[in-house]
């Protein structure tokens, strides 16, 4: 009978070291080196990691009814981006620089601002960024800031579905959130600046990574969220895009109907 290998202690009490032992003594002629046993270990954890994270992902998207990604903007990617103009290029480049980072590194709290008007494709960019991170094991969920306000205004009422903490939770855990529609006007402007500020703190101290899309510039997104947020919002290591040309929509419609404004 072949003699196991010694387990390492920090192994020694985790399923892992279990299996291994098991194997190794099971008589067929073989033996798991050091470097199998480490390999086996990293793979192991590995997979406990990623298991770990489809399951956040699956509480995310069970809470909120529905994909990370609205099914409007599933399926959205860099490479379908039309960027004709230097500016939608340049636009293109950062996103696409963004994601990348995002997958080697895991975010690091970086955020993301996306401004400009309608129709100039900052939501198509934003979910092909989230679709690549998920897609690398990340947790991701994309909400319109009423959508956010609004989980967490339910969970103050007396038949609340969930938790005050839980509400947060649903806001704070993703790795990467992004918030749409900012610069609609919801609520009290104090209430709305209290609540966002509570979510976004707390983004930034966990170094969750935040994607904000709004319509507006950085004055009027500063306007609209207080120079509080807007401090965590525009760190050394985050980005502000700004969409300055005019709506692909509004051009379609231009050429379809086969006229000039």
């Not at 860099?78 to 975010?107: S, T």
């Not at 989980?151 to 579905?161: D, F, I, Q, S, V």
Request: net charge positive.
């Amino acid at each position: 009978m072949i003699r196991p290998l010694p387990i390492p202690d920090w192994l020694r009490k985790t399923t892992l070291a279990t299996r291994l032992r098991s194997k190794t003594s099971l008589g067929s002629g073989t033996t798991l080196s050091a470097e199998d046993l480490a390999a086996h270990s990293r793979a192991e954890v590995q997979k406990l990691f990623a298991a770990r994270r489809d399951a956040a992902q699956r509480r995310l998207e069970a809470a909120i009814g529905r994909s990370g990604i609205p099914p409007r903007f599933q399926g959205k990617t860099f490479a379908d981006f039309k960027a004709p103009l230097p500016a939608q290029q340049r636009a293109l480049g950062v996103c696409q620089a963004y994601a990348e980072r995002f997958v080697a590194v895991g975010g690091h709290g970086e955020s993301l601002l996306l401004l400009g008007g309608p129709g100039t494709g900052k939501t198509h960019l934003a979910c092909a960024i989230l679709a690549q991170v998920m897609r690398a094991g990340h947790t991701g969920l994309f909400l319109s800031v009423s959508e956010a306000l609004s989980t967490l205004r339910e969970a103050y009422g007396p038949n609340a579905a969930r938790s005050e903490r839980a509400a947060m939770a649903l806001l704070t855990e993703p790795q990467l959130l992004v918030l749409d529609e900012l610069g609609v006007a919801v609520g009290r402007d104090t209430t709305r600046q209290a609540l966002l500020f509570g979510v976004l703190n707390e983004r930034y101290s966990k170094l969750r990574a935040t994607l904000v899309i709004g319509n507006l510039t950085v004055r009027e997104l500063t306007r609209y969220l207080g120079e509080r947020i807007m401090d965590r919002l525009c760190d050394d290591s985050s980005a502000v895009v700004s969409f300055d040309w005019p709506s692909h929509r509004r051009l379609r419609m231009i050429d379809n109907a086969g006229g000039t404004e």
